[in-house]
C-alpha cells in the first residue's frame, strides 16, 4: 500500500481480555517495528522484526505481549489478559531495511492503534 | 544507554516567525537522526533524516543540522504557520548494539496566527 495501515483505530476493552492489533507495513519494506505510546510519554519501544531473522523482542514489557510477522509481511500484536496501564497508542513504523542492514533506516509510521482498558 | 532530550517542551511563536527546535542525545556513535512531526491523535509523520555523515538536510521551510561531536541537532523552522502547528520529535538511531530508535518526548509548538 501507499502508507502502513494499522487497525483498528479505537479498541475499547474490558481488563482481563485479550486484543490484537494489526499493521500492514508498506509494501517492500523488510523492516518493521512496534512502539507504544502512553499519554504524556515518549515513545517506548517493543519489538523489531528484520527480514527473515529472529525478531528483537527486547522491549516487550511482560509476557502478555507477543508479537508475530507472517510472510514478512502483516504483523499482529497480541496483548493478553489486558490491564488499565496497557492503555496506550500502539505505532507500527516499517523501513525498506534496518540501519544495521546498511540501508538509511527512515521510518514510516502509521496512524496508530488506541487502546483503552476499562 | 542513549538518552534524548528535547527542550523547550512547548513553544509558542506569534505566525511569520523564524525558530529552532533542539534536540540532545548523550552517545555521539549514532547511525542517523531523524526529525519527525505528530498531530494530535495521529502518528508521526517523517520531515527530515540526518546520516551520521551528512552535516545538514533541507526541506522547503525545514532545515535540520547534526553535530555529531556535541550530541546536537536543531530543526530550523523558517517563516512559521499556524499549520505547523504540532509535536516535533527527534529520533536517534544507534550504530550497533540496538535495532530501535531512540525518541525524545518532543517539543510541542503553537504558531498564533
Known amino acids: 500500500g501507499a502508507g502502513v495501515s494499522q487497525s483498528p483505530s479505537n479498541k475499547v476493552t474490558e481488563k482481563g481480555k485479550d486484543v490484537e492489533l494489526r499493521c500492514d507495513p508498506i509494501?517492500?519494506?523488510?523492516?518493521l517495528y512496534w512502539y507504544r505510546q502512553s499519554l504524556g510519554q515518549g515513545l517506548e519501544f517493543l519489538i523489531y522484526f528484520q527480514g527473515n531473522s529472529a525478531p528483537d523482542k527486547s522491549g516487550l514489557p511482560s509476557d502478555r505481549f507477543s508479537a508475530e510477522r507472517t510472510g514478512g509481511s502483516v504483523s499482529t500484536l497480541t496483548i493478553q489478559r489486558t490491564q488499565q496501564e496497557d492503555s496506550a497508542v500502539y505505532l507500527c513504523a516499517s523501513s525498506s531495511d534496518g540501519a544495521l542492514a546498511g540501508g538509511t533506516g527512515e521510518l514510516f509510521f502509521g496512524e496508530g492503534s488506541r487502546l483503552t482498558v476499562l | 544507554k542513549q538518552e534524548v532530550t528535547q527542550i523547550p517542551a512547548a513553544l509558542s511563536v506569534p505566525e511569520g516567525e523564524n525558530l529552532v527546535l533542539n534536540c540532545s542525545f548523550t552517545d555521539s556513535a549514532i547511525y542517523n537522526l531523524q526529525w519527525f512531526r505528530q498531530d494530535p491523535g495521529k502518528g508521526l509523520t517523517s520531515l527530515l533524516l540526518?546520516?551520521?555523515?551528512?552535516r545538514e538536510q533541507t526541506s522547503g521551510r525545514l532545515n535540520a543540522s547534526l553535530d555529531k561531536s556535541s550530541g546536537r541537532s536543531t530543526l530550523y523552522i523558517a517563516a512559521s504557520q499556524p499549520g505547523d502547528s504540532a509535536t516535533y520529535l527527534c529520533a536517534v538511531g544507534p550504530y550497533s548494539g540496538a535495532n530501535n530508535l531512540f525518541f525524545g518526548t518532543g517539543t510541542r509548538l503553537t504558531v498564533i496566527p
Open positions: 540526518i546520516q551520521s555523515s551528512q
Open positions: 509494501s517492500g519494506h523488510t523492516a
